[in-house]
T-cell receptor, first 113, second 114 residues
């Protein structure tokens, strides 16, 4: 099973809303990631969790708040977003071994209105 | 500062022929490279990878070549099939504070024509 599951697949939210994106994997991976992808651009790293601890924050605005409740789950809490935050949000996971592939979920298409 | 570059935004190949996608990198500290395939509105799918200690890795129709001195890698798909039409991303792994970060190129849109 190399599946990373993201919910919801699509989300439309207003600028004053609070919402959460969810990600789940059951591959026993201890590294989990959030990436953001804008149209016609490559994915850009936002956060990395390693053993449920935040390892990397790529200077992401505080309106994005990640959470890793356990080794299988990763959330991204959204609050007071801007229209320019509309994008495809991708979750990924990998084993803790160095130089291993990351497996991506299908993504959540977020539209901020 | 783009450390991984795919200079061809698009490539069109006839079905059955070879597709060659190219990628260049600037950071000599990179020592592991991956290729991902992406369909619209889906997440990237891992295809094949290569370590810097090798110059070739093959998996079925897919072969990745690495020229470390030129800081260049390429993905060969042969024979190309219509289902191969997608955007292909080259990526390198950077290690930061003990964690892995994928650094992606801009992607190449491959179209396989019947």
């Amino acid at each position: 099973d190399t599946e990373v599951t993201q919910t919801p697949k699509h989300l439309v939210m207003g600028m004053t809303n609070k919402k959460s994106l969810k990600c789940e994997q059951h591959m026993g991976h201890r590294a989990m990631y959030w990436y953001k992808q804008k149209a016609k651009k490559p994915p850009e790293l936002m956060f990395v969790y390693s053993y449920e601890k935040l390892s990397i924050n790529e200077s992401v605005p505080s309106r994005f708040s990640p959470e890793c409740p356990n080794s299988s789950l990763l959330n991204l809490h959204l609050h007071a977003l801007q229209p320019e935050d509309s994008a495809l949000y991708l979750c990924a996971s990998s084993s803790q071994a160095i130089n291993t592939e990351a497996f991506f979920g299908q993504g959540t298409r977020l539209t901020v209105v | 500062d783009q450390q991984v570059k795919q200079n061809s935004p698009s490539l069109s190949v006839q079905e059955g022929r070879i597709s060659i996608l190219n990628c260049d990198y600037t950071n000599s500290m990179f020592d592991y490279f991956l290729w991902y395939k992406k369909y619209p509105a889906e997440g990237p799918t891992f295809l094949i990878s290569i370590s810097s200690i090798k110059d070739k890795n093959e998996d079925g129709r897919f072969t990745v070549f690495l020229n470390k001195s030129a800081k260049h890698l390429s993905l060969h798909i042969v024979p190309s099939q219509p289902g191969d039409s997608a955007v292909y991303f080259c990526a390198a792994i950077a290690l930061i504070q003990g964690a892995q970060k994928l650094v992606f190129g801009q992607g190449t849109r491959l179209t396989i024509n019947p």
